[in-house]
């Protein structure tokens, strides 16, 4: 539900991609991913399993880079709301593996971090109080997120 909730915002506030099956191509891509890095964690192979994952990972952020090109966001120069799910996760995987955020990627996570009323969140005491990464519930998972660099 949470995909649909965030296209619904994403109508409403007038930030859909402008070709949607593109959009909703790499949304599910994302959501696959992020989807892996859950089985993984709850996963008492963690430690095996996480090798598999990079080598994914390391594939699906090539096609994102590449789908991207030389624009700032994932759809040139509209901020969709797929660049706020590609920005969450991508926060999530910066806590496991932050040297595979190196470069364009990296400089995306900075340009959306950068968005005025993002900016003006991630400063917030609201915040700041609170470390907004990805987490996943403990003690069930071997591996629960740990908060790497700030965005």
């Not at 991609?17 to 599910?28: I, L, S, T």
């Not at 799910?85 to 040297?99: K, N």
Request: proline content about 9%; some cysteine.
């Amino acid at each position: 539900s949470s995909g649909i909730n965030a296209e619904y915002g994403g109508r409403k506030f007038d930030m859909m991609p402008p070709d949607v099956a593109r959009g909703d191509m790499v949304e599910q891509a994302i959501m696959d991913i992020r989807q892996f890095l859950g089985n993984i964690s709850y996963s008492p192979q963690f430690d095996i399993l996480k090798p598999v994952y990079l080598d994914k990972l390391r594939v699906h952020i090539e096609s994102l880079t590449n789908f991207m090109g030389d624009g700032p966001f994932l759809f040139g120069d509209k901020v969709t709301y797929i660049d706020f799910m590609a920005y969450a996760f991508l926060l999530c995987h910066r806590a496991l593996s932050p040297e595979d955020l190196e470069g364009p990627i990296d400089a995306y996570i900075g340009r959306v971090a950068n968005l005025p009323r993002i900016k003006e969140w991630l400063e917030s005491e609201e915040c700041t109080d609170r470390i907004y990464y990805f987490h996943y519930p403990r003690p069930h998972c071997t591996w629960a997120g740990a908060p790497g660099p700030g965005p």
